[in-house]
């Protein structure tokens, strides 16, 4: 499957702790990715350094490559990274105005001031993440009046709003109850149609819920990937075996 996004050799050295070391890995298009394993093995550093936000760290050091499509990251300008690749952090953080503000932000910034158009932009991607009835009469309300699970949609709407070709979310239902949870992912699965959606989670479940295809890491190394039937089924290696039963993680 033709891939969307992917590294070659990627490593990531903090200070003088490698995180990552030697990844080399591909997300293919509009399906949706789960980058699993135990807690401190660079889950989060893998998804910042498929976006612009691993040079915002002080200390980290970059080398490899990540390509979108056959183009270098390295060399595309910081706003088209920013726009081509949308982030989702774990703890929702809407912009403390409105939620029409929080999803003309990215618009505007790229230079949209019809009213009209920005009107649709709003509608269209609420309803993506099927907010838009339950909201319609509040888009002037903050963004942080809203509940924990429409907060995060709220988030996943504006992440939207620059037109990403991918999606990351980093753990995106840890802090939400099962009814949230679930009707994140049924969004994620529609998304994947349009989007290509990499998502780290603790949750082994919900991996298999979601996933098309797996990737375990483990200190900093890329230990197993595959496509989701085969990954759960019958892991290859013993490591996955042992996180996939609960050993550790
Ligand atoms: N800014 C930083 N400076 C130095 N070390 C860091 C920094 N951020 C993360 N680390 C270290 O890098 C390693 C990987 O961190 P990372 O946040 O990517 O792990 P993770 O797999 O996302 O963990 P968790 O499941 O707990 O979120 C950890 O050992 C962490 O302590
Ligand atoms: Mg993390």
Redesign the pocket.
Known sequence: MESAIRTEDLCIV??K?T?LQGITVDFPKNSITSII??????????L?SLDDMIRE????MVSGDVYIGKEKTSSMPQSELRRRVGLVFQTPVPFPFSVYDNLTYAPKYYGNRDRKNLDRIVREKLEMVGLYDEIKDDLWKSALKFSGGQQQRICIARALTADPDVLLL??PCSALDIKSTSIIEETLKKLKEKYTIII?T?NIAQARRLSDKVVF?KD?RLIEEGDAGTFFNSPEHPDTNDFLGGVYG
Do not use: I
Not at 37 to 46: A, D, E, Q
């Open positions: 903090y200070g702790k995180v394993g135990p807690s401190g093995c660079g889950k989060t550093t893998l910042l760290v002080p200390d980290a980093d753990e780290v603790h890491l900093g």
